[in-house]
């Protein structure tokens, strides 16, 4: 069975400071790991995804994250916090067509 | 621009009284994913559709319905609305397969008064 656990439901971060969020995972196989941002009232977006090869993964708006399989960790960064930034974010592993969501990092961004 | 259009945003139903939310893609996606998602919580798959091959969720209850009347519409359907029920409901598509991303509509926020 696959799953992922983010750790800290909320995290606060000063504009401009580095954001770090964190995800680990449990699979049996080789895991797809995803992040999905998600604003208030509407879908989840995709930031970035983990399939294979480099495991420094560079998305959207700044964002990267690193695949550790030794520490079963797929931590979210972004050197910078940006005010746009507040929002849920979703850790996610893939088992063939089905998803596997983490229950979720609120981020705020304190001005 | 190829995306997942969920309609409509904003549903208000009776308890008891039959629902329909919409979805449709322009992605040509296999998989088409209804999940449920209650307020600061992880989305919750209720079923997919491999193609025509419907997929359940075990613990999805039996209230819960869906139809794929071809590859670019999934409809959810609720046959009794229950308070329970108010949530936020996601319409999601993938390729299919190893890897790939879900692509996630804007999403319908159903009350159930």
């Known amino acids: 069975a696959q799953s992922v656990t983010q750790l800290g439901s909320h995290v606060s971060v000063s504009e401009g400071a580095l954001v770090l969020l964190r995800c680990n995972y449990s699979?049996?196989?080789?895991?797809?790991l995803f992040w999905y941002v998600q604003y208030p009232n509407q879908g989840l977006q995709l930031l970035l995804k983990?399939?294979?090869?480099?495991?420094l993964v560079k998305g959207i708006n700044g964002f990267e994250a690193e695949f550790k399989k030794s520490e079963t960790s797929f931590h979210l960064t972004k050197p910078s916090a940006h005010m746009s930034d507040a929002a849920e974010y979703f850790c996610?592993?893939?088992?063939?067509?089905?998803?596997?969501f983490g229950t979720g990092t609120s981020l705020t961004v304190i001005p | 621009d190829a995306m997942v259009i969920q309609n409509p945003r904003y549903q208000v139903t009776q308890f008891g009284k039959p629902v329909t939310l919409s979805c449709s893609q322009t992605l040509n996606h296999n998989v088409m994913y209804w999940y449920q998602q209650k307020s600061s919580q992880a989305p919750k798959l209720l079923f997919h559709?491999?193609?025509?091959?419907?997929?359940n969720e075990a613990d999805t209850p039996d209230n819960f319905q869906s139809r794929r009347p071809n590859t670019s519409f999934c409809f959810l359907d609720i046959r009794s609305p229950g308070l329970g029920d108010a949530a936020m409901y996601l319409c999601a598509t993938s390729v299919g397969g190893v890897g790939t991303e879900a692509f996630f509509g804007q999403g319908t926020r159903l009350t159930v008064v």
């Open positions: 699979s049996s196989v080789p895991p797809y």
């Open positions: 996610a592993v893939s088992d063939s067509n089905q998803f596997y």
């Open positions: 983990y399939t294979t090869g480099a495991t």
């Open positions: 559709y491999y193609d025509k091959d419907f997929n």
